[in-house]
């Protein structure tokens, strides 16, 4: 009988120890499961923000109609506005992001009697210079200052740096 309730003994506790080990790959398998369910989901929200964030940045994009048809344009209506001291109208040239710290930098040059310097550098820039993005959406200009541009999908040119 001692031999029968030591082989039951064994039984038992080998029988709990394959039962913790199945919960122990379960549990496991559980929070990996939950992990990349949460993962899953993130990157869902992420996606989701994005797209909110695109549309949103397409629509103030839309409604943006300061710019020029041409490059060429926008920056004579750059040039024109700053000419005219219009500091808040030159900003808005410039692609939405960069326009109040635009108007802050004209304001400065301003303040600084920097404007003319500017206007003459600006005056000597020649389009024929540039060229265009394989998209066509991007236009550069390097000589003698480096001066980009960016196609709206409104059909506007802006500027994103001069």
Known sequence: MKISNYLK????????IVVVFVLYIGGIWAVRAYQQWQGEKAVQKTVENLKKFEAEDYAKAM????????PQETLQMYISAVEKGDYELAS????????????????????????DFLLN?????????????????????????????????????KLIKI
Not at 126 to 141: H, L, P, Q, V
């Open 9 to 16: 003994f064994i039984a038992g506790f080998l029988g709990v």
């Open 63 to 70: 409604a943006d109609t300061y710019g020029g048809k041409t």
């Open 92 to 115: 808005k040239y410039f692609i939405g992001d960069k326009q109040e710290e635009k108007l802050k930098i004209l304001i400065k040059t301003k303040k600084n009697n920097n404007i």
């Open 121 to 157: 550098i600006l005056r000597e820039i020649n389009i024929k210079n540039g060229y265009y993005s394989t998209d066509k959406k991007i236009f550069t200009i390097e000589k003698p200052i480096f001066v980009e541009f960016i196609l709206y999908p409104n059909n506007v040119w």
